[in-house]
């Protein structure tokens, strides 16, 4: 009889344990989604484009920076007014090769935002994946 008592309790804790498991498994899984593929928003952007380049030692990735016309207040005082700037990661190469040629141009910018980054994916949270239109 004491036999049959561990085994029905060993039962009892392998299934506990593997819903547990499976429990933290599913968390993970809808966790690692809504932090890095599920798009948080997405929009347009204009402005000059400041500068575009590849870079990374391991991961190759386009970055960019944009700057919005208009001006925002510093954190801090001492910093005084500062330009909008809009940084942003590409990872379509078509469009990475559209941005090479603009540096210093008036870009519109689609994006998507993703609330975290990968590092194939690029450094900023804001990936570009279509260039709107380009004035000089």
């Given at each position: 009889m004491?036999?049959?008592n561990n085994d029905g309790k060993k039962s009892i804790f392998g299934k506990v344990a593997a819903i547990a498991g499976a429990v933290i498994v599913v968390g993970l899984a809808v966790f690692v989604y809504f932090h890095f593929f599920f798009v948080y928003s997405s929009g347009v952007n204009a402005g000059d484009l400041n500068y575009f380049q590849r870079q990374g030692v391991v991961f190759k990735t386009y970055e960019g920076k944009m700057i919005q016309s208009g001006f925002k207040s510093a954190?801090?005082?001492?910093?005084?007014?500062?330009?909008?700037e809009f940084k942003f990661s590409v990872d379509d190469k078509a469009v990475a090769e559209k941005l090479m040629r603009c540096s210093g141009k008036h870009v519109e910018l689609r994006w998507r935002r993703y609330m975290g980054t990968l590092p194939w994916r690029g450094h900023s949270e804001y990936l570009v994946y279509e260039v709107l239109s380009v004035e000089e």
């Open positions: 004491k036999q049959e954190t801090t005082s001492a910093e005084g007014l500062r330009s909008n």
